[in-house]
């Protein structure tokens, strides 16, 4: 069996299709070349998810930059809104001298991410944004608002372009639906 058989199993159909990813990212290039004053921007991943997706778009980016990983790992009971997030790796930089902006995969309930901005907010960053590359909406249990999102998907569980299931499918170039078993 291939390599690109094993990858591709299981895989329902694809939403997103790669073209489609690369034609969208100079949206969130410009977004942040717009936040450029003259002060240090500092793009921030959270590890694993959206590493791709980062390293897509800082190649949109034309302005002066940074980047930082964070981990995280989140506790939440099924029913409740209230969690805790611990922060498995933090950033380097001190994030008061910088414009921030949080680079992420996919914002889902919107528990583990408004944790985040919550404590980086806290940190007085010059200002603090947050991009999306997919939104559910249909998901959502607490408010959580992305300056921008480049798409948004219905309540299907997606995989691919850094996304994973069972930490397998991140290397897929496109976003596609998971068979359900
Ligand atoms: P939230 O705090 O519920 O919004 O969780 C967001 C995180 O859950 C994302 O950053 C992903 O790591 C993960 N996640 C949510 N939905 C999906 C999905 O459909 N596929 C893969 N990971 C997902
Ligand atoms: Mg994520």
């Known amino acids: ?19 489609e990813i690369q034609n969208k990212l100079s949206e969130a290039g410009n977004f942040i070349n717009q936040i450029y004053d003259g002060k240090p ?3 921030v991943s959270i590890l694993k ?3 791709v ?30 969690g805790h997030v611990e922060i498995t790796m933090d950033l380097q930089q001190n994030i008061s001298e910088y414009h921030v902006v949080l680079i ?7 528990r583990t991410l ?23 909406p249909s998901r959502r249990i607490v408010d959580c608002k992305p300056d921008l999102a ?13 996304m994973d299931y069972g930490e397998k499918y991140r290397n897929l170039p496109y ?4 068979q359900a078993n």
């Open 150 to 162: 480049l798409f948004q998907i219905p309540d299907v569980f997606v995989v691919g372009y850094g």
């Open 41 to 43: 921007v500092l793009l």
């Open 49 to 51: 998810g959206g590493f």
């Open 175 to 178: 976003i596609a639906e998971l």
């Open 114 to 136: 408004s944790e985040i901005m919550k404590l980086l907010q806290s940190r007085n960053p010059l200002s603090l944004h947050m991009i999306t590359l997919l939104d559910k």
């Open 104 to 110: 992420e995969d996919i914002i889902d309930t919107g």
């Open 53 to 82: 997706f980062l390293a897509d778009v800082v190649r949109k980016v034309h302005v002066p930059c940074e980047i930082g990983f964070m981990t995280a790992q989140s506790y939440f009971d099924q029913t409740s809104s209230s």
């Open 1 to 19: 069996m291939s390599e690109k058989y094993n990858s591709e199993m299981n895989i329902r159909k694809i939403l997103i299709s790669e073209k």
